[in-house]
Structures are given as structure tokens and as C-alpha cells.
């Protein structure tokens, strides 16, 4: 069996595998900068919700991860858990 595109077809296909792949690798982030326009940090989500923290110089200094009770856990540069946080809302909720 043969298989036909027409260019527009080829094109449009092609749109729609960059645009995945493309949504699929994009990653929300954010920059830290002092009074004089330094960075000083960056955090990084990626498609899973796990955000990164960076110094200055690119280093991870931390992780964020949010589980589905809404409780979020921070770990420092090595893995170790340094501290949690749970929004008011959520704690309302599971207390009910």
C-alpha cells in the first residue's frame, strides 16, 4: 500500500509534529535579579511540576514537588527533605 501526501498535507503534518514536540519540551521558568540587574537564581518547572532551583551560576540548589493532597516538599541540593507546606485550603479540606 502506498501512502500519498500532497505538500499541504506534508506541511501541516509537519506543524503539528514540531508544535508537539515543542510543547512537549517546553519548560516554565523564571529569573532572580538583584538591585543592579544580576541574576542571582532560576527556577525551572518542568512537565511533571517539579520545580528547580538555580544560584547564580547554574548550580541546583533545590527542589519543589507538589503531591495531590496539595502539600508541597522542598529538598535541598541533595535530595534531603528541608521543609513542607500545605495551602490553608487544602488543609481544610482533608480535615473535613
Known sequence: MTVRLSIVGFALLTAMLLALA???SAQQSATFRDAS???TGTVTTDANGMKTFRDGA????GTATTD???????????GRTTGTAT????RDRRTR
Open 58 to 61: 547554574g548550580r541546583i540548589t
Open 37 to 39: 540587574g544580576r541574576t
Open 68 to 78: 495531590s493532597n496539595g502539600t508541597t516538599t522542598f529538598r535541598d541540593a541533595s
Open 22 to 24: 515543542t510543547a512537549a
Open 87 to 90: 495551602s490553608p485550603g487544602e
